[in-house]
């Protein structure tokens, strides 16, 4: 892995990490096209370098922070389901982040739901009598954060899964997306925790002197990929929530289909994912 490699992972990552089009699905593919060997480092990359996405939110939602005591509460009882799940099935997931297979279906499975989101949870209109949800309650949070658990198959999006859970409790597509933003953080953050560790858990058992367990040049893309992802996910959160209230899902499923049809068509032809 190159510091260009780790440039254009980060550059895919803050694109998509808060489009319905699953970031990490895009990472896996976009390594496999550049020829990106699959290493304990790589996994660990494509997590860690979240954290620099998901400072974004905060950055662009500050003063949603700063509020009542609910907000926290509401926020733990949508991110505890997925913590569990990771917890059980930790070593499975891992085994998928490697099948690009997996991201082609479930990029094709995804689409096709969110050609019909729309249709399926129409927004209210408040002219006509229709009260748009934009706070889900305790309860509907944790309902949320179930249909989180659903993204730990690569190529389902994370953002997605989040967003229709929200979708499905009446809420507007607005409060379904920033909801979604905000369970991204303590979501991302545990997870990269979680690799940091079982990185170094790894290491030392393999007999790895891990008071350097990153070279320079390891620490150096981390910080890279971290700072890029940042910068881009940024301006993706702002474009992505006007366009999602104004526009629906439709593009996002129409676009999901479209490359997950195209990797589906190279794989089954045995053709080889590796351009560079």
Known sequence: MTYWHALLLAIVEGITEFLPVSSTGHMIIASAL???PVTPFFKLYLVVIQLGAIL?????????????????????????????????????????????????VMLVVGGIVLLF????FPQEDPQEGGHPVTNPSFKEALIIGLFQCLAVVPGTSRSAATIIGGLTQKLTRKAAAEFAFFLAMPTMAAAAVKDIYDYYKDAKAAGVDVSHLFSGTELKMLALGNVVAFVVALLAIRLFVGFVAKYGFRAFGIYRIVAGGILLIMLALKLPLNLV
């Open 34 to 36: 550049l020829g990106i």
């Open 117 to 120: 989101i729309d249709r399926w």
């Open 56 to 104: 974004s939110v905060f950055v662009v939602y500050y003063k949603r922070f700063f509020q009542s005591i609910d907000f926290y509460l509401k926020l733990l009882v949508a991110f505890l389901p997925i913590v569990l799940v990771g917890l059980l099935f930790k070593k499975h997931i891992d085994a998928l982040l490697e099948s690009v297979t997996t991201v082609a």
